[in-house]
């Protein structure tokens, strides 16, 4: 039998893959499980940079030759080869040159989000909460990139360019951006408090509920044994570097961009702010040359 | 200048940094439709359903409704709750057998405190909705929505480990 790696055990199902070689993301110190076949009774394994587990596993009925498990851990991050020989016993019965089977392994630093309490760690969270993941029908990366970086655009010009807009006297903090919000009693005499950024009110003390897919999202993106990894891994990513530039990238509008609805929602936020363009499940708004050529209130900088 | 308690801060907006009229755009158009239409959801979404309930439900016996909205350049769904009283955005899944898009949508909306009275009330807000909003899906559940309960199952208990 020509000894070969798995990712799944051998079941009932065959698997009729022979391939030897796999890339495949380790996180650390998360261990990644892969599976090793051979008709060797007894294996040797080297592998740098990680500790490896093995024990051989049950066989289906039926089935002839060896089926061992092999839990990986990353001790280091970086690219390194695993080595599977036959053992002692099962060498001896073996003429001639050994064979053996390698398995490529990169090692991959945990992907984690900066510290909530950063302005980094806010952007983050708000993208990965805002914009549609990769588990959507219509995913894109290219749309999800455009749409994260439009929305640190909008961040950042109610930040820097016209806070005035957007109840702020003086130029605000980030948080003080992304917590704003007002309370009115509406025609009914309900009071109601209007958050200007949903599940942001009271950040950084969000509840894990309020933001479960901020965390799905990370946890897919470690996840190797899940198929969706690479995926997840490239979305997490993607938002780390908008959220963690220096600067924005520059404003596709000539007015900038001030708000975004999620896709979908028949209203749109009114008033001065027109829409300018969708991505990532979201809808974005500029403002109108009107609402560009005012004077600002509060000596905000156009 | 002082600012007044704003209510409105695209009226606001409006009305002090520009002479400009409010809301000259037009409501986007859409239409509602049963998802079972489209080959992107489940055909049977109660699998989905149960594994929000088994989250977060309340109570036993759950009645959910779900309808689609086709708008200008998309569709998306809606799935309302009514033992929760929310209604949770359900975009089309890649892969319609797995639950995650709804279990960690984007967007659930408690319609005590997420819903104003009118469009206006909104202004700035990226994620609230008004009453006719909420009224259309609500509607939309008794013309081409899908309706189910769902049962929330006893958690088993885990096994102490002797």
Same mark, same amino acid.
């Given at each position: ?36 076949? #051979? ?33 990986? @851990? ?58 549609? @993941? ?72 969000? #509840? ?16 190797? #044994? ?45 008033? #001065? ?30 | 200048? $002082?600012?007044?308690? %704003? ?26 439709? =049963? ?7 489940? $055909?049977? =979404? ?9 989250? *977060? ?37 890649? *892969?319609? *057998?797995? =639950? ?21 009330? %909104? ?26 309960? %769902? ?12």
């Amino acid at each position: 039998m020509t000894p070969g790696f798995r990712l799944k055990k051998l079941g009932t199902e065959t698997i009729p893959e022979t391939t030897v070689h796999i890339h495949k993301k380790v996180a650390v110190p998360a261990t990644r499980t892969v599976y090793f076949q #051979s008709d060797w009774e007894d294996i040797a394994i080297t592998a740098p940079m990680l500790t490896v587990e093995s024990a051989p596993v049950k066989q289906p009925k039926g089935y002839k030759g060896y089926v061992f498990q092999l839990d990986l @851990t990353g001790l280091a991050t970086g690219p390194t080869m695993l080595t599977v020989r036959p053992g002692p016993k099962a060498a001896a019965a073996i003429k001639g040159p050994k064979p053996c089977s390698m398995l490529k392994v990169t090692i991959l630093p945990e992907i984690v989000l900066p510290d909530s309490n950063s302005d980094e760690g806010l952007i983050a969270r708000v993208l990965l909460h805002e914009v549609r @993941t990769p588990e959507y029908g219509d995913y894109a990366f290219e749309e999800a990139s455009v749409a994260m970086n439009w929305a640190r655009n909008v961040l950042d010009n109610r930040r820097f360019r016209r806070f005035d807009l957007f109840m702020f006297k003086r130029q605000p903090s980030l948080l003080d951006v992304a917590q704003k919000h007002t309370t009115f009693k509406d025609k009914h005499g309900k009071e109601h408090t209007l958050y200007q950024f949903e599940g942001l009110g009271t950040y950084p003390n969000v #509840s894990a509920a309020e933001m479960k897919n901020v965390g799905a999202c990370v946890a897919l993106a470690n996840d190797d #044994s899940d198929p969706r990894q690479s995926r997840y891994a490239d979305h997490v990513n993607a938002a780390l570097g908008v959220a963690q530039a220096a600067k924005a990238q520059p404003d596709p509008s000539p007015h900038g961009l001030y708000a975004w609805l999620t896709a979908g929602y028949i209203t749109p936020p009114g008033g #001065s702010l027109i829409k300018y363009g969708t991505h990532g499940g979201l809808d974005f708004y500029t403002i109108d040359d009107a609402a560009f050529a005012s004077k600002p209130l509060y000596g905000a900088r156009q | 200048m $002082r600012l007044v308690p %704003i209510r409105r801060p695209v009226l606001f907006l409006a009305t002090l940094a520009m002479a400009a009229t409010l809301c000259a755009e037009e409501k986007p158009q859409f239409q509602y439709f =049963p998802i079972s239409t489209v080959p992107d959801y489940p $055909r049977s =979404p109660e699998k989905h359903l149960a594994a929000l309930v088994q989250r *977060d439900g309340k109570t036993t016996i759950n009645h959910f409704c779900v309808v689609g909205l086709r708008y200008d350049g998309g569709y998306t769904a809606w799935v309302y709750w009514k033992e929760n009283n929310t209604i949770t955005l359900w975009d089309p899944p890649a *892969d319609s *057998d797995d =639950p995650f898009t709804l279990l960690y949508s984007r967007r659930t909306l408690h319609l005590d405190k997420d819903v104003v009275p009118d469009e206006v009330d %909104i202004s700035l807000s990226n994620y609230m909705v008004h009453e006719e909003y909420v009224k259309g899906i609500l509607g939309a559940c008794e013309t081409v929505g899908q309706k189910f309960v %769902i049962r929330k199952q006893p958690q088993r208990k885990k096994q102490e480990k002797k």
